[in-house]
């Protein structure tokens, strides 16, 4: 507009609040999401192993329904810890499809367009745009993961009773972090490899191959040398070492191997997985390295010589 007309008045409307200004981010991304009707398809199949975990919990305590299938209650599945750890992993499968499909383009869109400036000449941090960026992720898993899951542990508790949550409260605990423990790696493993690759198609297949090849080379390790400890070298290892000590079902003695020794009688010697604290240390190790490349890679601007 012309100057000399001095009709310019500052913004009077309400401002976003500091605090969550970086939720502006995942807004917009999902306005382009859920415009695909593949994808919310896909989201809403993330569902159905939820539903049957609902299922499973109704006819427990629907003795009617029990009568007419003629069953009875020993004859489901017992709803323990056991119970919820096997959903908890079933839902992490549909989490990792879905960062797959989400993660690796946030980032790698911004970087090879030179868009962080745009981002960061405005009231706008590193810290803010990262977290944008990764609340994408977290927020989406979220939905499908811990949220219902605690749910249908309060509906499980509201059918049993007081007594059994109040004794089955640390149950509720393990789903909650076992979840939030897989979604944040998943959400900066993604983020991490959108800054360091460009291309969609590449990141997925780095993502895919940091999952399925440490995974053979720590089997090939374990059964070389005859150990467990190659299993720290597994991403997918290490979250099932986590997952199984926060539901109490973690053994050190997961199996035995058998040797014949030399008057060829058959020896058995127990292996050890390696202890819990092992696996916290090395999925810690790696989200502090993911931390230290996004800082590396989010910049204003990329000078090379």
């Given at each position: 507009?012309?100057?000399?007309?001095?009709?310019?008045?500052?913004?009077?409307?309400?401002?976003?609040?500091?605090?969550?200004?970086?939720?502006?981010?995942?807004?917009?991304?999902?306005?382009?999401?859920?415009?695909?009707?593949?994808?919310?398809?896909?989201?809403?199949?993330?569902?159905?192993?939820?539903?049957?975990?609902?299922?499973?919990?109704?006819?427990?305590?629907?003795?009617?329904?029990?009568?007419i299938m003629q069953a009875s209650v020993r004859d489901l599945i017992p709803i323990d810890n056991s119970f919820f750890r096997f959903f908890s992993v079933a839902q992490?499968?549909?989490?990792?499809?879905?960062?797959?499909?989400?993660?690796?383009?946030?980032?790698?869109?911004?970087?090879?367009?030179?868009?962080l400036p745009l981002y960061l000449c405005r009231p706008f941090s590193r810290t803010e745009y990262v977290m944008g960026k990764m609340s994408v992720i977290l927020i989406l898993l979220s939905a499908i993961t811990w949220i219902p899951q605690l749910l249908l542990f309060l509906f499980q508790s509201y059918l049993q009773g007081f007594a059994w949550f109040r004794e089955n409260l640390w149950i509720g605990s393990a789903i909650f972090i076992a979840n939030v423990v897989w979604i944040l790696l998943l959400a900066l493993l993604t983020q991490t490899i959108s800054a360091l690759v460009k291309w969609r198609v590449v990141a997925s297949g780095v993502l895919l191959g940091l999952f399925i090849i440490p995974s053979a080379f720590?089997?090939?390790?374990?059964?070389?040398?005859?150990?467990?400890?190659?299993?720290?070298?597994?991403?997918?290892?290490?979250?099932?070492s986590v997952t199984d000590g926060l539901f109490g079902l973690f053994e050190r003695v997961s199996q035995t191997i058998a040797i014949t020794d030399f008057n060829d009688n058959i020896i058995e010697i127990p292996v050890?997985?390696?202890?819990?604290?092992?696996?916290?240390?090395?999925?810690?190790?790696?989200?502090?390295?993911?931390?230290?490349?996004?800082s590396w890679k989010v910049k204003a601007y990329e000078v090379v010589t």
């Open positions: 507009m012309a100057v000399y007309e001095q009709t310019y008045k500052r913004y009077a409307g309400k401002l976003t609040p500091g605090w969550s200004r970086f939720l502006i981010i995942p807004r917009h991304a999902y306005e382009a999401i859920f415009s695909s009707k593949l994808f919310t398809a896909f989201f809403v199949i993330c569902f159905l192993p939820l539903l049957v975990e609902a299922i499973f919990i109704y006819l427990h305590h629907n003795y009617t329904a029990l009568t992490g499968f549909f989490a990792f499809f879905l960062a797959l499909l989400l993660g690796p383009p946030l980032v790698a869109r911004d970087l090879r367009n030179n868009a720590a089997e090939f390790i374990n059964f070389v040398f005859r150990t467990r400890w190659g299993s720290l070298l597994s991403l997918a290892s290490l979250m099932k050890a997985e390696p202890p819990l604290w092992c696996s916290w240390a090395v999925l810690f190790l790696v989200c502090v390295i993911c931390l230290a490349l996004l």
